[in-house]
């Protein structure tokens, strides 16, 4: 983990593709990334679609679901992510914390996942 203006940044694999993620307390996803990046591919089928609520408004969602994700060295498996419409960066939610018991130590720059 480092950490960008205070903002803890993961290196995250979504299949064979990589990204700089934000670990993101306030995303209910596992994962999400952009329809920018979606559309970059590879692009996995659509499993639903709908509108995800927040501080900054509703924003127009696609689920799908990965084959593989990465976050960091935890190989996740096959795992389902959000798409969001205008979102930029990468976000790793705390979907997550529904699987792992987070550690984020930001004094040594470690992220630490332990199964539930």
């Excluded at 593989?68 to 935890?74: H, R």
């Excluded at 705390?94 to 720059?109: K, T």
């Amino acid at each position: 983990v480092t950490f960008h203006a205070g903002s803890p940044i993961v290196q995250t694999m979504f299949g064979p593709q990589g990204a700089r993620a934000l670990l993101d307390t306030g995303d209910q996803a596992i994962v999400s990334f952009g329809y920018a990046a979606y559309r970059k591919g590879p692009q996995w089928p659509v499993v639903s679609r709908g509108q995800a609520l927040g501080v900054a408004g509703a924003d127009d969602i696609l689920t799908v679901d990965l084959p593989e994700a990465q976050i960091g060295p935890l190989a996740l498996g096959p795992t389902r992510a959000t798409v969001r419409r205008t979102q930029g960066l990468a976000h790793v939610g705390i979907g997550l914390w529904d699987r792992f018991v987070v550690d984020l130590d930001e004094a040594s720059g470690r992220l630490s996942f332990s199964p539930r």
